[in-house]
């Protein structure tokens, strides 16, 4: 059949079977062409926010020198391959934060820039809604999910009366709905990825609970059958109705759904153990969260990723740990302790070095993401140059809970908004919002201020 009259996919079509749904990737079926006005003409901007905890070691992530061009410092290696896909930008802070609690009061400011208000829990008030969930309220409207929130630790109770009196929930999010609440996120891969593509009342996906609560464990205990075994029917119909070039890239596009899915299978599988006679009967657990940190933190990124490239949605946010995070980070070779108790590392020497190594592996994470995002070709490029990625931490130090010229790194081209392979260095103690407020404008979203913006950023392209 001539390409041409060939029938024009809508932008909204989906896989369907039985309780799952997915969303189809940008193919060239659905360019506009004669009456198909619902047509997108070019793949969608997605917009997400990457978040870490506890800064990092200054000596070692600030670039020495004045102009555009960099070297990667010893903290900036891991980013090597992706150098060019990168923009540093220097000297931006939340004003809002200063004078405050080291951790509580700054994680919910991060994408709002908003002064946080004390309090125990009951009357919670962030400032301001954060940047990530007005771009929801806007360009989100457009696909299954307006936004995405994800990470990898509970979310914190209680209050934590020896740094001021602040709710540890203040330290558990960085999207917001409003400035009173927060909007939560999901740290199980399953129901991550079930949240995407898994419809239907049998069973509710869980947002914000551990696995122990009652209604993740029903939401796990749900059917496992592959989501595409749900819908390969489907599948098939559609693979006859696309050209080839279509076909090729809808196989590709359901390979990596199933890769995903077998990942996580993987992951939760219990591990071959001794096993003894005599009765100590332990049951065998139901699916939950990887036990190893780095396939945890990888597969949520990739079910990021695979949210934007199948566009069920266009807003995503990480967080790779809540303020205070706690977790160990033994795993990496030298490393013998938590994030946030070597974050204090008083500029001894020994304990400076492992704080650093923490900070490098975070930055091999968002290599990581960057790369998974270059590799998936894109209409007239690839995925991440159709995105805005920006990573970033509350502090720069966390020894000295330093609010001032916070570690922020922005990826991708976001479809001409930024031109990536240099440093911007701006006037000292520039608003952080002042980005946020750029990148509403640039998105078609008017504004004349975000937080305490007071202008906007010039030089990203």
């Known amino acids: 059949m001539n390409p041409i009259f060939r029938k024009r996919i809508s932008r909204r079509s989906v896989l369907r079977g039985a309780g799952a749904a997915l969303a189809l990737p940008f193919l060239d079926s659905m360019v506009p062409a004669l009456n198909a006005n619902e047509a997108l003409e070019k793949p969608p901007l997605r917009n997400a926010f990457l978040f870490m905890p506890n800064g990092v070691n200054p000596k070692n992530f600030t670039p020495p020198g004045e102009g555009e061009k960099f070297e990667l410092t010893p903290m900036l290696q891991p980013l090597a391959n992706v150098k060019d896909d990168i923009m540093l930008l220097e000297n931006l802070w939340n004003e809002q934060t200063s004078g ?30 954060s940047v990530d ?25 209680g209050v934590d009366n020896i740094g001021g009196g602040f709710t540890r929930i203040y330290g558990s999010h960085i999207a917001w709905r409003d400035p009173h609440t927060p909007v939560p ?6 129901l991550a990825f079930d949240r995407l593509f898994r419809t239907g009342p049998a069973a509710p996906v869980v947002s914000g609970f551990s696995t122990a609560h009652p209604a993740v464990a029903k939401s796990l205990a749900r059917d496992d059958l592959s989501v595409l075994d749900l819908v390969l029917e489907d599948a098939h119909s559609m693979r006859n109705r696309v050209g080839m070039n279509d076909r090729a890239k809808l196989d590709e596009y359901l390979e990596s759904v199933r890769a995903v899915e077998r990942r996580i299978e993987n992951s939760l599988k219990p591990q071959k153990r001794w096993i003894n006679e005599s009765g100590y009967d332990v ?60 974050s204090h590392h008083r500029d001894e020497e020994d304990k400076l070095i492992q704080y650093e190594k923490i900070g490098t592996w975070h930055m091999a994470q968002l290599a990581y993401v960057i790369e998974k995002m270059r590799s998936l070709k894109e209409a007239d490029g690839t995925l991440l140059d159709h995105s805005l990625v920006m990573f970033g931490s509350t502090l720069k130090d966390g020894n000295k809970h330093d609010n001032h010229d916070l570690p922020i790194i922005m990826a991708g081209r976001g479809n001409g908004i930024l031109t990536p392979g240099r440093r911007v260095r701006y006037k000292k103690d520039t608003p952080l919002c002042n980005l946020y407020l750029t990148l509403l404008q640039k998105q078609g979203i008017e504004r004349k201020t975000f937080g305490d ?9």
């Open 100 to 129: 405050r609690n080291g951790h509580w009061p700054k994680v919910p400011a991060f994408l709002s820039g908003g002064f946080v208000v004390r309090t125990s829990g009951r009357d919670m008030d962030t400032g301001g809604v």
């Open 133 to 157: 969930q007005l771009l929801a309220s806007t360009i989100g409207q457009g696909t299954p999910l307006p936004s995405f929130e994800l990470g990898v630790d509970e979310a914190y109770t």
């Open 185 to 190: 996120k999901e740290i199980i891969p399953q």
């Open 283 to 342: 049951k065998r657990p139901g699916a939950g969260i990887p036990d190893k940190h780095i396939e945890h933190v990888q597969l949520m990124l990739d079910i990021m990723v695979l949210a934007f490239w199948t566009d069920t949605t266009r807003v995503g946010t990480f967080m790779f740990g809540n303020a205070q995070t706690g977790r160990n980070f033994s795993f990496i070779d030298g490393v013998n302790g938590s994030f946030h108790g070597l």
């Open 453 to 461: 913006s007071n202008g906007t950023l010039d030089r990203l392209a």
